[in-house]
């Protein structure tokens, strides 16, 4: 093998080697984001248990209940 293939085998490794550290770090943020919008959803999930009927709307056509 020649010097100048075995220079383009350790280039395009090099290369491989970034875009994999890459999509790597990419695919952390995702998984950290992923788990940050699970923990959001589950707090909004308590908190409209928590409030239950109280926090609908009552509908347009009936008296408030001081009527």
Known sequence: MDAERLIEIE?????QDDA?????????????????????CQALQSQLETVGDAGRPAPANEPPPHY
């Open 11 to 15: 280039t395009r490794i090099a290369w």
């Open 20 to 40: 994999l550290r890459q999509l790597s770090d990419a695919l952390a943020r995702q998984q950290r984001d992923i788990d940050r919008l699970q923990r959001l």
